[in-house]
Structures are given as C-alpha cells and as structure tokens.
C-alpha cells in the first residue's frame, strides 16, 4: 500500500499486514502512523492485496467524483478514518479511474459501502451516512 508522509508528501510503500504499525518515512524519517485518511486504491491488485493481508476490518468506498452524495459521504468517512485509527482501514475506489473493481463487485449505484474482513466481504450497503451512522451499520 502506498501511504503519503503528512510531513514531506512522499509516497511509502507500506505491507498491508503492517498498517496497524507506526512506521517511519523512507525520506524525512517522520512518523507514519497508523492510517488517519482513506486510502486511495488505484488498482484490482492493490484492493486484493489490502483486503487479503490487513489485519484490520477494511472499509472501502466506491464512488465518483461527480456523485454529489460521494463528495458528501467524503468527510465523514475521514472522520472516521481518523476516529477508527489503528483499528480499521479506510479505502477509496474511483469508479472512474478502476472500472474493473466497480464491474467486478457489480456496483450498480455510489456511494456504495463494503466491509472486508479476513479477506470476505461482510457487508454491503449503498448511499451516504454519517460517520456514526456507519459505525451502527457496519458495527464498528
């Protein structure tokens, strides 16, 4: 997984199974702790990569930068990413940029919501919610 340093913007390859860990930037040697933001898929093997190794639940949004309720949903999924830390990774698929992860989960509408864990999907839910709304509906 590819994680950004807050200090000096480089991009880390982090393991998967690791992002539960504080690690180190390769460049400034800053602090990378565990994820704060939602992360930012970019590929189907990056997605297979994070939900078959992370040890933590993995919650991944599907939307589309012209979806008014994405944009919504947006903030509060930061909020939790941010609140959950440590415990729960955050993820974001563009159904623009991956269209072959939106085909393959056959995502007929966004946002679309799914929970992973241990690699299985749990859960799926579609449309915009609140922070504490997604934490009631997917029990975290």
Do not use: Y
């Not at 913007?9 to 602090?31: D, F, M």
């Not at 940029?97 to 509408?109: K, T």
Request: overall charge positive.
């Amino acid at each position: 997984m590819i994680v950004e340093c807050a200090a000096c913007q480089t991009k880390n390859r982090v393991p998967a199974q690791r992002l539960r860990e504080s690690s180190h930037c390769g460049r400034c040697k800053a602090a990378l702790s565990p994820l704060e933001q939602p992360l930012a898929i970019s590929s189907p093997d990056e997605l297979d990569e994070l939900t078959a190794q992370s040890e933590l639940p993995v919650l991944v949004d599907f939307w589309a930068a012209w979806c008014g309720p994405c944009r919504a949903v947006a903030p509060e999924l930061e909020k939790l990413a941010r609140s959950k830390r440590g415990a729960l990774v955050v993820a974001k698929v563009d159904t623009e940029a991956v269209p072959a992860l939106a085909a393959r989960f056959g995502i007929r509408s966004i946002p679309t919501l799914m929970l992973f864990r241990d690699g299985k999907l749990e859960k799926q839910v579609a449309g915009a919610m609140s922070a504490p709304q997604l934490v009631q509906t997917f029990g975290l």
